[in-house]
């Protein structure tokens, strides 16, 4: 995650398989009851939820590591008269202020997995008590990454019951363009 050559690189050589082309279809279904908050978007890549968020009245800030990823958020917000808070920078180095959501979409499974507990916990220390993660684990089904597969008798301990409630459901699989798919869970941090 945190080596900004390397996902240059992957800009620069077209190899964004994680790049839908459009916001993902999770975040349609979580809109029908998510109010208009403030809400950060870590590894935002293109942005394209953030350019919907933003449509739909959010107060987004969007982070990523990745110069084409910001600069490509930054001309589509503009070609639309959209604002968001773009931060361009390696997210464990920055600290903000506390959200009311945060979407988790291809962050995690870009990190990592030696960072994860770490990345945890900054979401937690950036989500306000009773705040809403809203968040698409992938799933490869392969070893090592990115995207690091994200399976979910590793996720429950990774985000621990005693800091998250899980919902009941078994979480909606979304498909993605590469032929995988994304487990949507909504969790909320516990107080």
Known sequence: MTDRAFWEA????????????DFSPALTKWLETLEPCRILVPGCGRGHEVIELARRGFDITAVDIATPAIDHMQAMLEKEKLTATLIHGDLFEIELPPFDAIYEQ?????????????????????????????????????????PFHCDL???????????????????????????????AHLLKRKL
């Open 153 to 183: 008798s590793e996720m429950k301990p990774l985000f621990d019951e005693s800091r998250w409630q899980w919902p009941e459901s078994a979480g909606d699989a979304v498909v993605h363009p590469s032929g995988r798919h994304e487990l």
């Open 106 to 146: 291809t962050c995690l499974c870009a990190i990592q997995p030696s960072q994860w507990k770490e990345y945890e916990a900054w979401l937690y220390n950036h989500l306000k008590p009773g705040g809403q993660l809203l968040a698409l684990f992938m799933q490869t089904g392969a070893e090592g990454g990115p």
């Open 10 to 21: 992957k800009y620069k050589n077209n190899e964004t398989g994680w790049d839908r082309g």
